[in-house]
T-cell receptor, first 116, second 114 residues
Framework: GAVVSQHPSWVICKSGTSVKIECRSL??????MFWYRQFPKQSLMLMAT?????????EQGVEKDKFLINHASLTLSTLTVTSAHPEDSSFYIC????????????FGDGTRLSIL | QQQVKQSPQSLIVQKGGISIINCAYE??????FPWYQQFPGKGPALLIA?????SEKKEGRFTISFNKSAKQFSLHIMDSQPGDSATYFC?????????????FGKGTLLTVNP
């Protein structure tokens, strides 16, 4: 149980394009979803927290116009990297938390984004 | 300000040995302490977690020891196996209005030699 699917797993695109990453909770309803960024050999850095039907809350220093987050349903959140540039290349990971209090975060397998 | 400090940064253990990773936190409002295991190219997977009302929790070969007064917790991997080679992250969170946001340690790269 508690499976989180992330798609795509790997994407390469040209500088200036926008890229959308999907995060789905497959077997539970996720009240809250989180988006992280991870650089090689580093820890996870929280980018934003999203609750279904609400605007995402971004961490300090994260550009909300650059990283658009939509949490349209209890099982789907999307992260769109707009006008991507090489410095946006990274490993993006989502996680989801079930509705009931005290439930842990379950992570997707991440998306490797490479901007040429 | 790093709220969860993890050590060591890397650890090499022989097969069958005990791997110990330590974490210390600063925020006394934290009330949930999970450990995650991450393999290269994959997302973190929840390994084991503890709440501050207990001092120890064991699941198979994995044990969390928790010292509330010292604000420290540790992961012990008994009978370490090569398949345990991965990066381990400790984390902490508080409930309620914080949405249970996790604060991660910097990670420990564990290598178990055969």
């Amino acid at each position: 149980g508690a499976v989180v699917s992330q798609h795509p797993s790997w994407v390469i695109c040209k500088s200036g394009t926008s890229v959308k990453i999907e995060c789905r909770s497959l077997d539970f309803q996720a009240t809250t979803m989180f988006w992280y960024r991870q650089f090689p050999k580093q820890s996870l850095m929280l980018m934003a927290t999203s609750n279904e039907g609400s605007k995402a809350t971004y961490e300090q220093g994260v550009e909300k116009d650059k990283f658009l987050i939509n949490h349209a349903s209890l099982t789907l959140s999307t992260l769109t990297v707009t006008s991507a540039h090489p410095e946006d290349s990274s490993f993006y990971i989502c996680s989801a938390r079930a509705f009931m209090g005290g439930q842990p975060q379950h992570f997707g397998d991440g998306t490797r984004l490479s901007i040429l | 300000q790093q709220q969860v400090k993890q050590s060591p940064q890397s650890l090499i253990v022989q097969k069958g040995g005990i791997s110990i990773i330590n974490c210390a936190y600063e925020n006394t409002a934290f009330d949930y302490f999970p450990w995650y295991q991450q393999f290269p190219g994959k997302g973190p997977a929840l390994l084991i977690a503890i709440r501050p009302d207990v001092s120890e929790k064991k699941e198979g070969r994995f044990t969390i020891s928790f010292n509330k007064s010292a604000k420290q917790f540790s992961l012990h991997i008994m009978d370490s196996q090569p398949g345990d080679s991965a990066t381990y992250f400790c984390a902490a969170s508080k409930g309620g209005g914080s949405n249970y946001k996790l604060t991660f340690g910097k990670g420990t790269l564990l290598t178990v030699n055969p």
